[in-house]
Nanobody, 115 residues
C-alpha cells in the first residue's frame, strides 16, 4: 500500500514562501503522475498542481506563476514551492496519486497565510 507523508507547512505572512515536501513509501517513477491538492475550511478538496513521471506539469489557475511542483524520482519525493502566498492559499495541502486503480492520500499539512 502506497503511503505519503507531507511536511513543510506552517504559518507565513502574505507575500511569503513555503516549500512543501511529500515523501512516498514506494517508487514514484512506478506510481506515475503525482499531485498536490488543497482543502480550505468548509470547501471541497481541489487540485493545485500535477506532475507526470516525465516532468510535465499543470496548475490550477489560482496558483499559476506562483507555485511550482517538482519531483525527485531518485528520492521518491515530490515538492511544492509556493511563492507570493495569499490569505486565500490557506488550506490543508495533500499529496496524491492514483495507482493500480486506487487513490492514495497523505495526512495533509496545514498552510496558514496571515499577518
Amino acid at each position: 500500500q502506497v503511503q505519503f507523508v507531507e511536511s513543510g507547512g506552517g504559518l507565513v505572512q502574505p507575500g511569503g514562501s513555503l516549500r512543501l515536501s511529500c515523501a512516498a513509501s514506494e517508487s514514484i517513477l512506478s506510481i506515475g503522475t503525482m499531485a498536490w491538492y488543497r482543502q480550505a475550511p468548509g470547501k471541497q478538496r481541489v487540485l493545485v498542481a500535477r506532475i507526470t513521471s516525465g516532468g510535465s506539469t499543470n496548475y490550477a489557475d489560482s496558483v499559476k506563476g506562483r507555485f511550482t511542483i517538482s519531483r525527485d524520482n531518485a528520492k521518491n519525493m515530490v515538492y511544492l514551492q509556493m511563492n507570493s502566498l495569499k490569505p486565500e492559499d490557506t488550506a490543508v495541502y495533500y499529496c496524491n496519486a492514483y495507482f493500480t486503480g486506487l487513490g492514495y492520500w497523505g495526512q495533509g499539512t496545514q498552510v496558514t497565510v496571515s499577518s
